[in-house]
């Protein structure tokens, strides 16, 4: 099996909403600041449910927010 | 602190009369019993500081958002079962001793002893993953 990691757009998608500030996307989603820092730098995969959360604040669809891409780099 | 003064008094002890099953017995009693009331008063003490903290730092008298997330959750799963395992290999040397003829008290004194050493170990362990960072599985 390849391997693959999770990778998100959160960074893009809070400068895209008035510049949301990490502690309110925090707020939003029912977590503390570290782990939104902790799911931007790729340290935390988060579980299904709080992913959702976060792209319900968006507002866009999931693969909008995460993406599974091989390490190499490829889709 | 609880550990030191187990050990000082153990010491203490084996120099003195060597070891009396009957003191130490209750030095381990109170040992245990003094570490789970010094871990609740250290908890209440904790909040109190950090809230005391929170509110001086930010001049409000809002309530500090100290929530335990799934990230926490997880990395506190992983610290106990670090800590489980390090008790486990504990118990298991301290098993071993008295299996090869040392009284019952050295056995009873490393379970303690790796007690602690255990809760150390899942700390750190849980210290190392906020900074490494924690994946599921």
């Known amino acids: 099996m390849d391997k693959r990691r999770v990778t998100n757009n959160i960074r893009k998608l809070r400068f895209h909403h008035n510049e949301m500030t990490q502690e309110q996307l925090a707020e939003q989603v029912g977590v503390t600041r570290q782990t939104i820092i902790a799911i931007e730098g790729g340290k935390y995969a988060p579980s299904l449910e709080l992913a959702f959360r976060i792209a319900l604040v968006f507002g866009v669809p999931l693969e909008e927010v995460f993406g599974y891409t091989a390490e190499d780099g490829s889709a | ?137």
């Not at chain 2, 609880?2 to 000082?8: A, E, W």
């Not at chain 2, 209440?44 to 809230?51: D, E, F, G, K, R």
Request: glycine residues 6%; aromatic residues 10%.
């Open chain 2, 1 to 137: 602190m609880i550990l030191c003064y187990y050990l000082f008094n153990w010491v203490q002890m084996y120099q003195e009369e060597g070891l009396n099953s009957a003191v130490i017995f209750r030095l381990w009693v109170i040992v245990i019993v003094a570490g789970i009331l010094l871990t609740i008063l250290g908890t209440i003490l904790t909040n109190i500081v950090l809230s005391i903290a929170h509110a001086i730092k930010t001049q409000t008298n809002t309530e500090p958002r100290f929530i335990e997330d799934e990230r926490d959750k997880l990395i506190e799963l992983k610290g106990v079962r670090v800590a489980y395992v390090t008790f486990s290999v504990g118990v298991l040397i301290a098993m071993i001793t008295f299996a090869l003829g040392q009284p019952p008290l050295i056995m009873f004194s490393l379970i303690v002893l790796f007690s602690v050493i255990a809760e150390i170990i899942g700390s750190i362990a849980q210290l190392h993953l906020y900074r490494r960072g924690v994946q599921y599985g």
